[in-house]
Antibody, heavy 123, light 107 residues
Framework: QVQLQESGPGLVKPSQTLSLTCKVSGGSISTGTYYWTWIRQPAGKGLEWIGRVYTSGTTDYNPSLKSRVTISLDTSRNQFSLRLSYLTAADTAVYYC???????????????WGQGTPVTVSS | DIQMTQSPSSLSASVGDRLTITCRAS??????VNWYQQKPGKAPEVLIY???TLQGGVPSRFSGSGSGTDFSLTISSLQPEDIATYYCQQSYSPPLTFGGGTRVEIK
């Protein structure tokens, strides 16, 4: 059973770069037809898709964040990471990692999710 | 971007009530809709994928329907453990987008 666990700093200063890691256990991130994804949720608000990296390493990003985001695989450690630069208070949120997959279907969904890690951007 | 408009944003119902949450896409997305349940302080969990397929372990009181631009999630008999916020999500094309959420409370 695949499990995901986020880690990273809980507090980051404005204009700095956020680096988060999602450790994957119970399966390899470099095999199968999976997208490894980052999603965030400001307190009391809805869900925003940040982007994803495929098992091959190709990426898709939300255009609203594309200029500031990098998502990459670290196959040696079986984890993937998020870097978000030029932070502002608007980036304060709970950040989730998730696997996007579709089993043997033509459809994809997010499952499982990590427990989420809160990030506050403040000086 | 494909916008997902979810309604209502909140609702209050009694145990045993039947309730329906709707989601409208800004363009046709075939059956590429998923539904998630998020309980307070927890990560979302998938309930239904591909419009109407129940994830394993999800109670049969949950059901999904729709196609094209209009979709719905129905709870046939509301239970206390269903108190949560529900989100629709389109998986048709990136950027993947979510509805604004529906908060379900017990009356």
């Amino acid at each position: 059973q695949v499990q995901l666990q986020e880690s990273g700093p809980g507090l980051v200063k404005p204009s700095q770069t956020l680096s988060l890691t999602c450790k994957v256990s119970g399966g390899s991130i470099s095999t199968g037809t999976y997208y490894w994804t980052w999603i965030r949720q400001p307190a009391g608000k809805g869900l925003e898709w940040i982007g994803r990296v495929y098992t091959s390493g190709t990426t898709d990003y939300n255009p609203s964040l594309k200029s500031r985001v990098t998502i990459s695989l670290d196959t040696s450690r079986n984890q993937f990471s998020l870097r978000l630069s030029y932070l502002t208070a608007a980036d304060t949120a709970v950040y989730y990692c998730a696997r996007e997959w579709g089993g043997s279907t033509w459809y994809n969904w997010f499952d499982p999710w990590g427990q989420g890690t809160p990030v506050t951007v403040s000086s | 971007d494909i916008q997902m408009t979810q309604s209502p944003s909140s609702l209050s119902a009694s145990v045993g009530d039947r309730l329906t949450i709707t989601c409208r896409a800004s363009q046709s997305i075939s059956s590429y809709v998923n539904w998630y349940q998020q309980k307070p302080g927890k990560a979302p969990e998938v309930l239904i994928y591909a419009t109407s397929t129940l994830q394993g372990g999800v109670p049969s009181r949950f059901s999904g329907s729709g196609s094209g631009t209009d979709f719905s999630l129905t709870i046939s008999s509301l239970q206390p453990e269903d108190i949560a916020t529900y989100y629709c999500q389109q998986s048709y094309s990136p950027p993947l987008t979510f509805g604004g959420g529906t908060r379900v409370e017990i009356k």
